[in-house]
């Protein structure tokens, strides 16, 4: 496998473990792996700059796919980025005040943005985006910053089902269940395995040079990108089916293992 330039991992359910904390063994591999020319990064739903506080002193020798593939940093500068159209904005959200127990969170380039006052949805806001602004409109928002995702939250988790009420929307935009509470919409055809491709269009790098670690659906695109594909011993059987290789739990410091297994770490 020495091969492989690039690897990347998911955040929630693959590198965090159970109580949202970090595999310290992961980050004391990136120098050594960027010492041996293989580019290291994180691909998540999350925004960069809630990814980034978890490797303060580092972050700027990563590569970051953040918003589900919606914008992409290689050594904190941005390299792509999407943005949705206000009219889709609307609908997402006109659609989302039917129900009491979703809220809407607008995922732009500067922070994120809510128009809500519960307290619930704020706290959930503010653990996965750093940086939460609550705003009056949406008009407010688009004033001050290009939005390239959108996140409804479920207070009921319930969003197997909740997921419906935007079905209808997907020959528009992409629509993603990402984890039990949350249904992501980014720009149609814009996802983690998109932004693996535009990587490997930059890099000039083949299938061949890339890897990828994943638990949930919203990995799977990015999975199929790379010939080396690890689900979590933690990943749905629909994230297994798509993985050539697999590795221990979020829990068990899975990532780190196998990286030291694969690079004779």
């Known amino acids: 496998m020495n091969e492989i330039k690039l690897v990347m991992c998911d955040m929630d359910g693959t590198l965090l473990n159970d109580h949202k904390e970090v595999d310290s063994g992961f ?21 960069y700059h809630s990814i980034t506080r978890n490797f303060k002193d580092i972050y700027e020798k990563m590569v970051f796919i953040a918003d589900n593939g919606a914008i992409i940093y290689v050594n904190d500068e941005i390299v792509d980025y999407h943005t949705l159209d206000r009219d889709i904005l609307e609908e997402i959200i006109k659609i989302t005040e039917t129900d009491e127990n979703l809220s809407f969170i607008l995922c732009g380039i500067k922070c994120a943005y809510l128009i809500s006052d519960n307290e619930t949805v704020l706290w959930n806001a503010n653990h996965y985006c750093n940086g939460v ?65 535009k990587l490997k269009k930059l890099y000039n790098l083949s299938r061949d040079n890339c890897m990828a670690f994943g638990d949930f659906n919203n990995d799977i695109e990015m999975l199929k990108e790379v010939k080396y594909s690890v689900a979590m011993a933690n990943a749905n059987e629909d994230v297994k089916a798509v993985c050539n290789y697999s590795c221990k739990s979020n829990n068990e410091n899975g990532v780190s293992e196998k990286l030291k297994e694969v690079f004779n770490l």
């Open 27 to 47: 980050i004391n591999l990136i120098d050594p792996l960027n010492d041996m020319g293989v580019m290291v990064g994180i691909a998540s739903g999350r925004q």
């Open 133 to 197: 602004e609550k705003m009056t409109s949406l008009d407010d928002v688009l004033s001050k910053d290009e939005i390239i995702k959108v996140t409804v939250f479920d207070m009921e988790y319930n969003v197997k089902e909740k997921i419906n009420k935007y079905i209808h929307l997907r020959d528009r935009i992409n629509v993603v269940k990402s984890g039990f509470e949350w249904i992501d919409f980014n720009v149609l055809g814009v996802n983690k395995g998109s932004a693996i491709q």
